[in-house]
């Protein structure tokens, strides 16, 4: 079965620091991969989807197959980059969307 | 036009109520969902409509019932809640039930009291 992980519920970092936010993963075929982000009082929202290898508000995040991870990253953290971040998963040909229990990321001025 | 649009945003219901959440969208998507989320946890698959027709239940219990209209209404009817069920009740769509790594789009939610 498909399992995403996310081992820190809460981040925080300084203005202008690097931000890693950790993804690791669990199945046995090819996933597609994504990053969602919930700012405060907002809707859920696509950050970015590993296929199309995209850089979305600085961010970008690499689909490493060998270490199943999925690691969102941000050389320098703004301070609207405070959000709650979710890893998910889904089957490539299948219609549902499995999610980590995200990471609350607090940007500190 | 963008999104998915939820209604009502807020609604408190009795246990022995029935209500119905509505959600729609008008960009063409083939394929729409219903997910929970319980605070600070993700949100969960509740059901999923492809083509207007019921493709997955994730187990829901029969209090929860989904109605597809049509390609761009998805409705999910309440009746005798229980306290537990309080969450916000999330709609989203993609293009189609194949082309979910495009991502979905989704609504801003209705927050849901059980009393």
């Known amino acids: 079965a498909q399992r995403v992980t996310q081992p820190e519920k809460l981040l925080s970092v300084f203005k202008g620091a690097p931000v890693e936010l950790k993804c690791n993963y669990s199945?046995?075929?090819?996933?597609?991969l994504f990053w969602y982000v919930q700012y405060s009082r907002q809707r859920l929202q696509l950050l970015l989807r590993h296929i199309s290898r995209e850089s979305i508000k600085g961010f970008t995040a690499d689909l490493n197959k060998g270490e199943t991870s999925f690691h969102l990253k941000k050389p320098f953290a703004q301070e609207e980059d405070s959000a709650m971040y979710y890893c998910a998963l889904t089957i490539s040909g299948a219609n549902n969307l499995f999610f980590g229990t995200g990471t609350r990321l607090t940007v500190i001025p | 036009d963008t999104e998915v649009t939820q209604t009502p945003k807020h609604l408190v219901m009795g246990m022995t109520n029935k209500k119905s959440l509505k959600c729609e969208q008008h960009?063409?998507?083939?394929?729409m969902y219903w997910y929970k989320q319980k605070a600070k946890k993700p949100p969960e698959l509740m059901f999923v409509?492809?083509?207007?027709?019921?493709?997955i239940n994730e187990s829901v219990p029969s209090r929860f019932s989904p109605e597809c209209p049509n390609s761009s209404l998805l409705n999910l009817h309440l009746h005798a809640l229980q306290p537990e069920d309080s969450a916000l009740y999330l709609c989203?769509?993609?293009?189609?039930?194949?082309?979910?790594?495009?991502?979905?789009?989704f609504g801003s939610g209705t927050r849901l009291t059980v009393v």
């Open positions: 409509y492809s083509y207007e027709k019921l493709s």
């Open positions: 989203a769509s993609s293009q189609d039930q194949w082309a979910a790594n495009y991502g979905y789009t």
């Open positions: 199945y046995s075929g090819s996933p597609e």
């Open positions: 960009m063409g998507h083939r394929a």
